[in-house]
């Protein structure tokens, strides 16, 4: 089956609002943070780990599980699920932001995009065609359209082409997409530019796709400028359809996703800082490498139900990191990824009882005191 979204409460106060997204394996509620499995694998974490969190939809990357081990021993497998043994939800991303990063601006063609494998410098292509029968093969329960990712700032007209050839895109993927099991997302474009998000959003929302995500965001534009973009786009989207901003995982930008009507969020953010020492709690981010958490024998966050945080100290996790010991990573993935999956879970209830303002004035008030 298709994933199906209902919208069940909208937030009084604000654009936020709580819903269910229906899938293959469940039916999970929204507002959601999803961890990436780049490889078919979270880092560091087992599926059984991730259950215990609380997860839910998870993220793969189709440009790295094309080069290995190929979309074909995955389809032999049984699919992204059975391959990797996860008994829930997995989207796939195009492959375009990666491609992107390894491609020169003249390798960008209508056909699609030339660059070289980061793996072994072969010469490849990849089109919108290709990258739709590659998910296709993953068969995970949602895929993502072939789009262009342009760098931040470009010009006007470098982006208006590129929002064009992104819908052109679009409509060649859609069309070779077959996996019935499988639902397929558009991907809203359009850069800083307010002309051109609304353009691309309605222009992509006319393809009818099962969701839609707002991309071009977390590309090393300012905080205010990305939330512009959020605006600009998410005012043309169906309700009654999924919202997905892709690539965002700071916890207070997750706030303020939501308050403009964001469903899913997904990041590389938690685990990629847990493998370097560092933390989320309530009070702010924590870098357990410094010297003052050596005899710090409280646990991270005393109000996170992590199995971290239930039987680990600051102070042996410090030991862990120091030491370079796996274990320290793998027990901070699990802490930074509960504590944003958390977030979503008490986000989803100040919705449902419209304090969804109060909530998130109350969390960052206090998240950036220590950081400030």
């Known amino acids: 089956m298709k994933i199906k979204y209902t919208l069940l409460h909208k937030d009084k106060n604000s654009n936020a609002r709580y819903g269910t997204l229906q899938t293959n394996y469940g039916t999970f509620e929204t507002p959601m943070f999803m961890p990436v499995g ?32 190929g979309e074909d021993i995955v389809d032999k ?34 056909e699609g995009v030339k660059f070289k494998s980061h793996l072994n410098g072969e010469n490849l292509l990849l089109t919108p065609e290709k990258s739709i029968q590659i998910q296709n093969k993953l068969d995970s329960d949602i895929a993502m ?56 959003a309605k222009e992509t929302v006319k393809l009818d796709f099962d969701g839609y995500s707002i991309g071009g965001t977390s ?25 997905y901003l892709m690539g965002v995982g700071e916890p207070t930008d997750i706030f303020e996703g939501v308050l403009r009507g964001i469903d899913m969020f997904d990041c590389v ?11 989320f709690t309530l009070d702010g981010k924590i870098n357990l490498k410094n010297a003052k958490y050596k005899e710090d024998f409280t646990p991270i966050d ?37 504590f944003l999956i958390k977030i979503t879970e008490n986000i989803r209830e100040s919705i449902k009882n419209d304090t969804f303002l109060e909530y998130k004035k109350e969390f960052i008030d206090r998240y950036r005191k220590l950081n400030n």
């Not at 699919?79 to 375009?96: A, E, Q, R, V």
Request: proline residues 4%.
């Open 38 to 69: 780049t490889q078919a694998t979270v880092k560091t974490l087992d599926t059984r780990e991730l259950k215990e969190i609380n997860s839910a939809v998870i993220l793969s990357n189709t440009y790295h599980l094309w080069l290995r081990p």
């Open 77 to 110: 497998a049984g699919g992204l699920h059975k391959f990797m043994n996860y008994n829930g939800p997995i989207l796939t991303d195009s492959g375009g932001f990666q491609v992107f990063s390894l491609a020169k601006s003249k390798d960008i063609t209508e």
């Open 145 to 200: 359209s072939f789009d262009e990712c342009p760098p931040y700032p470009v010009t006007y007209e470098y982006m208006k082409k590129s929002v064009e050839r992104t819908l052109r895109w679009a409509k060649r993927g859609k069309a070779v997409h077959n996996n019935e099991r499988q639902s397929l997302f558009g991907i809203v474009q359009g850069g800083e530019f307010q002309d051109l998000r609304e353009y691309s």
């Open 219 to 243: 590309v090393g534009e300012d905080k205010e400028t990305m939330m512009k973009m959020i605006d600009y786009g998410i005012k043309y989207l169906p309700t009654d359809k999924p919202r």
């Open 269 to 279: 953010l938690p685990t990629r800082l847990a493998r370097h020492g560092h933390a």
């Open 302 to 338: 005393n109000e996170c139900d992590c199995e971290c945080c239930k039987h680990y100290t600051k102070a042996y996790v410090r030991h862990l990191i120091i030491a370079n010991e796996t274990l320290g990573q793998r027990l901070l993935s699990i802490h930074n990824l509960r």
